[in-house]
């Protein structure tokens, strides 16, 4: 027997509910879980270790053979800033970065409001949103390589 989803109005493959009680709950929040714990771990050990003292963390392959800066080049350096609430240094650090883990936050949050009532987490991006993503982060990556786009470099 099929359904309709009541948010996106879009049959479902059945019209059973979704089991309700705290071992349904806790069984569907597990993985939400399971990845934010994943998460602060890497971040309390970037936060604890820092990434401005060499040695600490290898060198990104692109810059030590190229000199050139990838889209993640700062990445380490700005999650420790981020971790010490210093959102500035985080931001000139690596800019994609820090809106990553805020769109991390969202997704996240959106996921566990989701996983606790039952629904599945569907994203989906289009080929449109896919290609804007990349074309910023390779616009990023050009202008932080040029000479004008030094205040990019982390």
């Given at each position: 027997?099929?359904?309709?989803?009541?948010?996106?109005?879009?049959?479902?493959?059945?019209?059973?509910?979704?089991?309700?009680?705290?071992?349904?709950?806790?069984?569907?929040?597990?993985?939400?879980?399971?990845?934010?714990?994943?998460?602060?771990?890497?971040?309390?050990?970037?936060?604890?270790?820092?990434?401005?003292?060499?040695?600490?963390?290898?060198?990104?392959?692109?810059?030590?053979?190229?000199?050139?800066?990838?889209?993640?080049?700062?990445?380490?350096?700005?999650?420790?800033?981020?971790?010490?609430?210093?959102?500035?240094?985080?931001?000139?650090?690596?800019?994609?970065?820090?809106?990553?883990?805020?769109?991390?936050?969202?997704?996240?949050?959106?996921?566990?409001?989701?996983?606790?009532r039952?629904?599945?987490?569907?994203?989906?991006p289009?080929?449109?949103?896919?290609?804007?993503?990349?074309?910023?982060?390779?616009?990023?990556?050009?202008?932080?390589?040029l000479?004008?786009?030094?205040?990019?470099?982390?």
């Amino acid at each position: 027997m099929r359904g309709v989803d009541a948010e996106t109005r879009k049959p479902t493959r059945s019209s059973t509910p979704p089991r309700s009680g705290p071992s349904a709950v806790a069984a569907r929040v597990a993985v939400p879980a399971g990845v934010l714990a994943a998460v602060v771990g890497a971040f309390a050990y970037v936060g604890a270790v820092d990434p401005n003292e060499p040695g600490h963390y290898p060198v990104c392959p692109l810059l030590r053979f190229t000199g050139l800066y990838c889209p993640g080049c700062g990445g380490l350096r700005s999650a420790h800033a981020f971790v010490h609430g210093d959102v500035l240094t985080s931001l000139h650090a690596n800019a994609p970065a820090v809106l990553g883990y805020l769109g991390f936050a969202a997704l996240w949050t959106v996921w566990m409001i989701r996983a606790v009532r039952g629904r599945p987490l569907r994203v989906d991006p289009g080929p449109v949103h896919l290609w804007a993503l990349g074309t910023l982060l390779l616009v990023f990556t050009v202008v932080r390589n040029l000479p004008f786009g030094g205040w990019l470099h982390p």
